[in-house]
């Protein structure tokens, strides 16, 4: 089955200062690639995701840039913030719908 | 209001007794998932549904059972075979492939 590894599985960062994690799949036929964000005590929510067609998208402080002969993809945060601390998972879809082990972001002031 | 709705938030069982955690939407979507949520293990997907009276296991499928009769419902059995049933169980939908998957708040499920 597919194989979505994720890195680093935790992350501690100063405030104003970037945030990247990376994660890597197994299954060529994945073409959508979500992350959600999970603070604590809620649910998921998707904050940014890609196709396989485009290489890189942003919006505002988050991009995610998509490898697909190399089979990662990576979420990239500017400018964090302490709102910015949560987990965040990546996934992977072909029909079903995988996760990454997550990644607990900490912004320190 | 619209949305994908677990239900309860808490239960609690003895070990040994099969129990249903219920998920409804509200929100059209043809697929449903069901994920067990423990510490540093990410989100493990158990069962997955693309259509009604459809369902195909996950990775930890061993021990649940699903049914999908209704487009709106997806409930999920944790039988007296699974033997850590102990966990945050989340269930999502979406309208499918490669659709943001929406996901509902959850049950914490205790088996003392």
């Known amino acids: 089955g597919e194989n979505v590894e994720q890195h680093p599985s935790t992350l501690s960062v100063q405030e104003g200062d970037s945030a990247v994690i990376k994660c890597t799949y197994s299954?060529?036929?994945?073409?959508?690639f979500p992350w959600y964000k999970q603070e604590l005590g809620k649910r998921p929510q998707l904050i940014i995701d890609?196709?396989?067609?485009?290489g890189e998208k942003k919006d505002q402080r988050i991009a995610v840039t998509l490898n697909k002969t190399a089979k990662h993809f990576s979420l990239h945060i500017t400018e964090t913030q302490p709102g910015d601390s949560a987990v965040y998972f990546c996934a992977t879809s072909w029909g079903k719908l995988q996760f990454g082990a997550g990644t607990q972001v900490v912004v320190t002031p | 209001d619209g949305g994908i709705t677990q239900s309860p938030k808490y239960l609690f069982r003895k070990e040994g007794q099969n129990v249903t955690l219920s998920c409804e939407q509200n929100?059209?979507?043809?697929?449903m998932y069901w994920y067990r949520q423990d510490p540093g293990q990410g989100l493990r997907l158990i069962y997955y549904s693309q259509i009604v009276n459809d369902f195909q296991k996950g990775d930890i499928a061993e021990g649940y059972s699903v049914t999908r009769e209704k487009k709106e419902s997806f409930p999920l059995t944790v039988t007296s075979a699974q033997k850590n049933p102990t966990a945050f169980y989340l269930c999502a939908s979406s309208f499918g492939y490669g659709a943001e998957a929406f996901f509902g708040q959850g049950t914490r499920l205790t088996v003392v």
């Open positions: 299954d060529s036929a994945s073409n959508y």
């Open positions: 890609i196709r396989s067609n485009v």
């Open positions: 929100l059209n979507h043809d697929a």
